[in-house]
T-cell receptor, first 115, second 114 residues
Framework: AQKVTQAQTEISVVEKEDVTLDCVYETRDTTYYLFWYKQPPSGELVFLIRRNSFDEQNEISGRYSWNFQKSTSSFNFTITASQVVDSAVYFCALSEAYTGNQFYFGTGTSLTVIP | DTEVTQTPKHLVMGMTNKKSLKCEQH?????MYWYKQKAKKPPELMFV???????INESVPSRFSPECPNSSLLNLHLHALQPEDSALYLCASSQGQGKAYEQYFGPGTRLTVT
């Protein structure tokens, strides 16, 4: 079963628009960790954020914000006032404290910001 | 400094060649990873080293042979690869092997097997 679902395969927005990338996860562990990574065309995965299952506070970092809702098993990522440099593939990932080996990556969302 | 370096950036090899991919980190991380990523797919875990010992091998064919000479270096030795092994190979490191730790990735080696 897919543990992390990123239903949006590709998204295109015009520069300065806001965009939200969805991530829905599935786990039976009570302790788990959620991550977002950015992969620009150069290939390197860039770590953006880690969230613990026991910390439901939303977070804002500049133009980036994350909305963690355990009730809906979602960890969505919003980019405000998008820029061309935001064009990349974004991966959501889950790791479980007691089961599995390492990260379960979602299939990724390819974001294109059009100037 | 959250940098993981990988060499070479690109590699083209024949099916009978032997080559090695190299990865280095100087963050004092004790866990290092090899991933394989095909186009438009997420990374797939291949190997995990924790404190320089192989702790996870995700049923990777023996034509891929990892090596961890010390806590900062990770190699992936390649021999008798198949064209379907062409992919982006990513190295990552984390503070420990615990799943709470974020992984930091290198830029990858784009491998083409001819």
């Amino acid at each position: 079963a897919q543990k992390v679902t990123q239903a949006q395969t590709e998204i295109s927005v015009v520069e300065k628009e806001d965009v939200t990338l969805d991530c829905v996860y599935e786990t039976r562990d009570t302790t788990y960790y959620l991550f977002w990574y950015k992969q620009p065309p150069s290939g390197e995965l860039v770590f953006l954020i880690r969230r613990n299952s026991f910390d439901e506070q939303n977070e804002i970092s500049g133009r980036y914000s994350w909305n963690f809702q355990k009730s809906t098993s979602s960890f969505n990522f919003t980019i405000t006032a998008s820029q061309v440099v935001d064009s990349a593939v974004y991966f959501c990932a889950l790791s479980e404290a007691y089961t599995g080996n390492q990260f379960y990556f979602g299939t990724g969302t390819s974001l294109t910001v059009i100037p | 400094d959250t940098e993981v370096t990988q060499t070479p950036k690109h590699l083209v090899m024949g099916m009978t060649n032997k080559k090695s991919l190299k990865c280095e980190q100087h963050m004092g991380h004790r866990a290092m990873y090899w991933y394989k990523q095909k186009a438009k797919k997420p990374p797939e875990l291949m190997f995990v080293y924790s404190y320089e010992k192989l702790s996870i091998n995700e049923s990777v064919p023996s034509r891929f042979s990892p090596e961890c000479p010390n806590s900062s270096l990770l190699n992936l030795h390649l021999h008798a690869l198949q064209p379907e092994d062409s992919a982006l190979y990513l190295c990552a490191s984390s503070q420990g092997q615990g799943k709470a730790y974020e992984q930091y990735f290198g830029p990858g080696t784009r491998l083409t097997v001819t």
